[in-house]
Nanobody
């Protein structure tokens, strides 16, 4: 069983930045493909960003110029750097780990509002 713990969410003004972290409790973290998803009230959960075990990244089109995903295998952690935040980025952000099984974190709230 893999536990994922997200942190770094909060309230930020439009145009601001946040960095989300997801720490995984697994020694084989380097073999996992990692991803960030988000779910806004009344909407389905959507893919935001992903990074493979090899370091290849993919981003949702609407965040491509503002968000960056990265990983630190030595710290068993994946990050989501979010810049130029917009009110429409408001959601609960979830971390996902995929290898032989799929695991989800508990989510962290991001609210973008003035």
């Amino acid at each position: 069983q893999v536990q994922l713990v997200e942190s770094g969410g909060g309230l930020v003004q439009p145009g601001g930045s946040l960095r989300l972290s997801c720490a995984a409790s697994v020694s084989t973290f380097r073999f996992y493909d990692m991803g960030w998803y988000r779910q806004a009230p009344g909407k389905q959960r959507e893919f935001v960003a992903g990074i493979t075990r090899d370091g290849s990244t993919q981003l949702l089109g609407s965040v491509k110029d503002r968000f960056t995903i990265s990983r630190d295998n030595a710290k068993n952690t994946v990050y989501l750097q979010m810049n130029s935040l917009k009110p429409e980025d408001t959601a609960v952000y979830y971390c996902k780990a995929s290898f032989t099984s799929v695991y989800w974190g508990q989510g962290t709230q991001v609210t973008v509002s003035s």
